[in-house]
């Protein structure tokens, strides 16, 4: 199993980044997938969910409005499309994938905000 996050980096506050995670190793699409960030000092946070299908997504409120989770089940790929990124969204970000016991980590990717 592995899940492998990309698209991280460094952007200005106000700018995008889209995260990608590719899926192996397991059926995808009965899966359903999360984004978490973890901040310095921090705990691990939530930050989004979908469904397997893709038909429902949830947020946290922090990041609500600003950042969209999609998937594509053809290419066993999660995203999270940020934009209107702020100071406080500095963060190492992973991927999840859940499906009643099972449950499965990326490695994560770190963005970073800068001016």
């Known amino acids: 199993v592995q899940l492998v996050e990309s698209g991280g980096g460094l952007v200005q506050p106000g700018g995008s980044l889209r995260l990608s995670c590719a899926a192996s190793?397991?059926?995808?699409?009965?899966?359903?997938m999360s984004w978490f960030r973890q901040a310095p000092g921090k705990e691990r946070e939530w930050v989004a969910r979908?469904?397997?299908?893709?038909?429902?997504?949830n947020y946290a409120d922090s990041v609500k409005g600003r950042f969209t989770i999609s998937r594509d089940n053809a290419k066993n790929t999660v995203y999270l499309q940020m934009n209107s990124l702020k100071p406080e969204d500095t963060a190492v970000y992973y991927c999840?994938?859940?499906?009643?016991?099972?449950?499965?980590w990326g490695q994560g990717t770190q963005v970073t905000l800068s001016s």
């Open positions: 999840n994938a859940k499906m009643s016991w099972n449950e499965y």
């Open positions: 190793g397991f059926t995808f699409s009965t899966y359903a």
């Open positions: 979908i469904t397997s299908a893709g038909s429902n997504t």
